[in-house]
């Protein structure tokens, strides 16, 4: 039964009649419809006053029984994912648009794990930094600068690297260099006690699944800190006034950076970032904040977990974040300066670079030798300008 299988002899009041008796209109529908009706509309079987007073109103009652039929079916077609407040992203063509998705939830497990570092240390703050697992040298050098502080201001702060598993050879198991590779990572964990390492494909197009494990593992084993960082591989980051910002930040439902608003869904076909539409149908992404680098409240992890298994997992890990904190309803805070979270690379002066949080530096750029620089002990800003810093000034200039 139903409105699409009444047959052509039923007349339209007989039709409402037949989807008010079936019940398969929502409780809510048939209560506002008694209650405009009256009771005793539809007792003792007094059709005749049914009819002469649903003919004026006909038009309005199928309206109302319409709608909510078609609502009805939308949300048992799965198109909302169980909730109301998630019809952005359309399932039309699902099968054909897998590759803008990524395979989460999934029961991941972690290879090499610290589960017990942060019970021991109990950091204000941790700084999670995704790296991919051949490249050692990015490792390296942030334990040599700004991953090496791990007291400021008298607050403990934390550093992880997050991996996944390197990618393999044609025949799908793991390769040689692949084992090479995955006993000199045990080796550097050994050695450093800082990294973490999942068992998904560590790719690009992977960066979603990334994200999501980094907040699983927070929520599992860091609750009793205060805020995470994730920070990209690739950046310098001013401890000292990320940590002063943190301590007059709320210890709840906080997550800042670069937070962008009203950034446009790319569809270009040749864009990294592309959408086709009938993936995503909006214009405009929800606020978010860039991958770069953003903080978040250690009550966070576990909330975007819980959002993550009602919102399609983009594969653009921030977008997909700005997805789920719309989900949970929770707001992105600014940060109180707009210069402290740099997309583009800050040209390195000591005055400038005191008065940030986070830049990415310039290709040439050695970040050892400016965290040495930045770490001078005389005054900052002492002088109008300083020379910047390469690993290749003289190729350059030439």
């Keep these: 039964m139903g409105l699409l299988n009444l047959k052509p002899k039923h007349s339209p009041e007989m039709a409402i009649w037949a989807m008010f008796s079936s019940r398969q209109l929502p409780m809510g529908i048939r209560r506002i419809l008694l209650k405009l009706a009256g009771a005793e509309l539809f007792s003792n079987g007094k059709m005749q006053r049914w009819k002469r007073w649903c003919c004026p109103y006909f038009p309005l009652f199928l309206l109302l029984m319409l709608t909510a039929t078609i609502v009805k079916i939308a949300i048992d077609s799965d198109l909302f994912q169980s909730s109301e407040k998630l019809f952005y992203i359309s399932l039309k063509g699902e099968n054909a648009y897998k590759q803008f998705y990524v395979e989460y939830p999934h029961k991941y497990h972690f290879i090499i794990n610290q589960e017990k570092k942060c019970e021991r240390l109990r950091p204000f703050l941790i700084l999670m930094v995704p790296v991919a697992p051949h490249n050692r040298a990015h490792r390296d050098s942030i334990r040599r600068t700004w991953g090496k502080e791990s007291s400021i ?199 400038d670079y005191s008065r940030l949080i986070a830049t990415t530096l310039e290709p040439h750029a050695n970040l050892i030798q400016v965290w040495e620089d930045f770490n001078r002990e005389d005054p900052v800003c002492q002088e109008e300008k300083e020379i910047p810093l390469f690993n290749a000034t003289t190729k350059r200039a030439q």
């Design 153 to 351: 201001l008298g607050k403990t702060v934390s550093l992880f690297f997050l991996l996944g598993l390197a990618k393999g050879g044609g025949g799908g198991g793991p390769g040689d260099g692949q084992l090479q590779q995955q006993q000199l990572l045990l080796q550097e964990s050994r050695l450093h006690g800082d990294l973490l390492q999942s068992n998904f494909l560590d790719c690009y197009k992977n960066l979603t699944i990334k994200t999501m494990v980094m907040m699983e593992w927070l929520d599992a084993h860091c609750p009793a800190a205060s805020y995470a960082m994730k920070i990209d591989s690739d950046m310098f980051l001013n401890v000292r006034n990320l940590v002063n910002m943190l301590l007059d930040a709320p210890r709840e439902s906080y997550m800042t950076g670069l937070v962008t608003t009203g950034a446009e869904v790319r569809r270009d076909p040749s864009s990294k970032w592309y959408l086709p539409v009938d993936v995503l149908s909006m214009k405009v992404y929800p606020r978010y904040a860039l991958g770069l680098g953003y903080i978040v409240s250690l009550d966070l992890p576990g909330k975007l977990v819980e959002a993550s298994r009602h919102v399609r997992p983009l594969y653009i890990e921030d977008i997909h974040l700005g997805f789920c904190m719309k989900y949970l309803g929770i707001g992105l805070s600014d940060p109180p300066q707009v210069k402290y979270f740099n997309l583009d690379p800050v040209l390195y002066n000591r005055c």
